[in-house]
């Protein structure tokens, strides 16, 4: 069997307490014995990081420097390296902790928010030569201006795919505290199925469609350096789901899985008058504000005059109203209105795009529940729909039965 | 006025708490007001390293490997650095945190107490030049290999101390939980003075002989660079003790202050025979086990045979024992007994190499307390005795109305 290289990925979770790290060094350890050589990434221990940012805001009163909070959040990486990195040796696995910056991540200077821009791994490659287990710090990097930086949310991921990625890894492996990918949240559908195998693009609209077990940035980088994902549980340690290229050769389910979304709001500009640069007028201000338009639909048009409604995160509301209220007296339209009370539910899978009349059974099965669409939005592989927030699980509910996802998958 | 530049270094108890670092900033920012520049270190905030020491233990059955534990503990000035460096730039100070690394402290590769070999502290002035005051993470630096590594011991005054020699700081300002070196320890002597001036010389001796307030270590560099050191408390901020250079001109107290220390063990071997070459070869013995060896006495002869005695820590014993044991045998020795019951005190003064007279008067001091004295060394500005560890305490008391400390001090 040829030497595999894993790059394993541990959550906060995953490193909660000095007993879970000793669980992910016998863990490391298995891996090792088997013969692979891994690289290990891992996030700050359970709440450091949070403690961290209270204790930064007790220091001031205005905002921290971006510069300080990066210094500040990376100790909480170092911290839980170190630890993993004494753990596996108390088990007599070599192993040597690594900061972002030892370990070649580069990224530019957008402090709180850093883009990778290159890994020179030198030190690693050297580590691993001398089956030593490189123990990295996710989350951090060193700017070209040599000053410490954070990758902002799912920095670690975003750590441990770039890594995998450069070394050319046979897969990430991302421990979590759920044991994979599921075919819809089973805190909504208990008989929710876990989902063995799933294309980039599937995983794509899931994460973008609310799914929370991965960051929407990791799984593109993941889709765009082809490194396989294999989303995993460090609590069962039992196979999760392997994010993958989508093969000709695999029998695609029509939906793969269900998604569920209340963290927006609905914006809607009432009576717009219909002509050319309009809309582009509105969301140019929309976007100035730094805002997430997701959903648009624009109503048919009545007497020259639309309604143009948008979704948003929640946390973006006051801006979204404040750019649109500018927007909508520039371009004369009569009213614009905030519905907080949304919720949005989306169907996603590789096999829509051959198989018409989702769509239609879509409808169908929300109507018979007597849930009403307020929005429509679709991709070539996924069709989202904006209901009331009440009725959001029961749509989630009705549509995992109708479109059979509790049986057992066909590939 | 011309700038002065300033090294302020404060303590575990200096910045452990959020209020205490935002009283440490509000100092300094005063500091830079008057028209100064300075340079920052800080240790970590109170019991951080002791709690990350505590997770170590609890994450390895065997002791962890160093390079681990310099990776560990050096998360904790990083984030007390960044914390004040927030906090100064809340009270309108531009100020930027530095790890060891950034700040240029080259050591070498002896992890856990490793020695600076070098400073390039080009990035410090690049920030005193643009104004920024640079908040160093102390105790740390970075290896010849490029790890991470720890000063040991009072490794945040060495780098404070060595920084200051680098930069050529008018003074080195050391604050800490206690506003000053006193003529004794305030909790043994209430009437204890806090001493205004004191020079390098008698400060290392008091510092040997148990002074608490500064590492041997971080006097010595101080000495050698010839820094002026200012020790005072973040507590009341009032003026504290100036260590510096013994002037000429200075009038010198016969004696300055007594210092006790309890933290010794004695050992002697009975009935050494006395030839050349016999203590050559006991201390050889000991000191390949790496015991600090302290006092040394040496009866005189009875019948070709003494009785030679030495004082070591009391973490040394089972080492010191060891080694002596072993030693004893080799050059025929009777008898090898360990007295754990010892005290040590000391009187130090620059005063007394021109006046004569003071030995007999401390050992009359403690003769009329009915002290008796069961070891004695000299130098030419300390005299140390050991007596009975349950009667130290009165022999500290009685010595320093003796020599009368509690007046006003004569410069």
Redesign the interface.
């Known amino acids: 069997m040829p030497v595999a290289l894993l790059v394993q990925k541990f959550g906060g979770t995953s490193v909660g307490d000095?007993d879970r790290?000793?669980g992910v060094a016998d863990h490391v350890a298995r891996t090792v014995h088997r013969g692979n050589k891994v690289v290990v990434v891992v996030s700050a221990m359970g709440k450091t990081t949070d403690d961290?940012i209270r204790?930064?805001h007790?220091?001031?009163?205005?905002p921290?420097?971006a510069?300080?909070?990066d210094?500040?959040l990376?100790?909480?990486e170092?911290?839980s390296?170190?630890?993993v990195?004494?753990?596996l040796?108390?088990l007599g696995v070599e192993a040597?902790?690594f900061?972002g910056s030892?370990a070649g991540i580069i990224t530019d200077t957008d402090h709180t928010r850093a883009k990778i821009l290159e890994i020179r791994p030198h030190?690693l490659l050297e580590a691993i030569e001398s089956h030593i287990v490189p123990v990295v710090a996710g989350f951090q990097g060193v700017s070209t201006e040599?000053d410490?930086t954070t990758l902002g949310r799912g920095g670690s991921d975003t750590t441990a795919v770039a890594l995998a990625a450069r070394l050319d890894a046979d897969v990430c492996e991302i421990y979590t505290d759920v044991s994979g990918v599921f075919t819809a949240d089973p805190r909504v559908v208990p008989r929710a199925r876990k989902i063995p195998r799933i294309s980039f693009e599937e995983m794509l609209e899931l994460a973008a469609s609310g799914g929370r077990v991965l960051a929407l940035r990791s799984v593109e980088a993941a889709r765009n350096f082809r490194v396989p994902l294999h989303v995993r549980s460090s609590f069962t340690w039992e196979p999760g789901t392997w994010v993958v290229e989508e093969e000709p050769s695999m029998e695609q389910a029509v939906v793969s899985a269900i998604a569920h979304d209340a963290s927006e709001v609905k914006v809607t500009v009432v009576g717009v008058p219909d002509h050319p640069g309009v809309a582009a007028r509105l969301f140019r201000h929309v976007a100035e504000q730094g805002v997430n338009v997701d959903m648009i639909v624009q109503n048919v048009s009545l007497q020259g005059h639309t309604d143009i409604s948008f979704t948003a995160p929640k946390a973006d509301r006051a801006r979204a109203l404040e750019a649109t209220r500018a927007a909508a007296a520039e371009v004369g339209a009569v009213d614009v209105i905030l519905d907080e009370g949304i919720g949005r539910v989306s169907l996603v899978g590789a096999g829509m795009k051959t198989h018409p009349g989702v769509t239609a059974r879509m409808f169908e099965t929300l109507a018979e529940k007597g849930i009403n669409i307020e929005m429509i939005s679709t991709s070539a592989i996924r069709i989202s729909c904006v209901v009331r927030a009440e009725v959001l699980e029961d749509a989630v509910q009705a549509l995992h039965e109708a479109f059979e996802l509790d049986r057992e998958v066909h590939q």
Chains 1, 2 share one sequence.
Do not use: C, F, K, N
């Open positions: 000095v790290i000793r961290l204790l930064a007790e220091a001031t009163d205005g921290a420097p510069r300080e909070m210094m500040l990376t100790a909480g170092r911290i390296a170190a630890l990195a004494m753990a040796s108390d040597e902790s900061t030892q030190r040599r410490v």
